[in-house]
């Protein structure tokens, strides 16, 4: 079981990093459309589409994936799946605030800078590394 749960696991973590990467991309494109546009009408189904077929059925496989890991392992002890669990929430809710950017921009609302989106869009990328790094080399 330890195998079959270890792989799932896997599977919906890639999925879910997926989304949380290439979605900001989209908002940096969005953000250069034109309010109204065929093309701002595109983005915006696209990134509904992202967001609720791909990225949070993933992150709840993720979680429900990597919580069955947790009772076969009793991972649960250890300093660095505890780093890692924080890591994880800390990804859960920027996924969070990418669901309010898509809700947003869904409503024609550009409250932030393409700026912002660029910088945004390097925080996954960090959690990521992190956690790979805590669940690969077990600093603690």
Do not use: C
Not at 43 to 70: H, N, S
Not at 115 to 127: D, S
Request: hydrophobic residues 60%; aromatic residues 14%.
């Amino acid at each position: 079981m330890y195998l079959l749960a270890k792989a799932a696991h896997i599977i919906a973590v890639i999925s879910w990093m997926a989304g949380l990467l290439y979605l900001p991309r989209l908002l940096i494109y969005h953000f250069d459309s034109e309010v109204g546009s065929v093309q701002s009408e595109t983005f915006k189904v696209m990134e509904r589409r992202l967001l609720k077929a791909i990225m949070t059925p993933a992150m709840i496989a993720t979680w429900l994936f990597g919580l069955w890991l947790v009772v076969l392992t009793n991972s649960h002890v250890e300093g660095w799946f505890v780093a890692k669990f924080f890591l994880v929430i800390l990804l859960s809710a920027f996924h969070g605030f990418e669901a309010r950017w898509v809700r947003q921009f869904a409503r024609d609302e550009r409250p932030r800078t393409q700026r912002f989106f660029r910088i945004a869009n390097e925080i996954p990328t960090g959690l990521m590394i992190l956690i790979i790094i805590l669940v690969i080399v077990k600093p603690f």
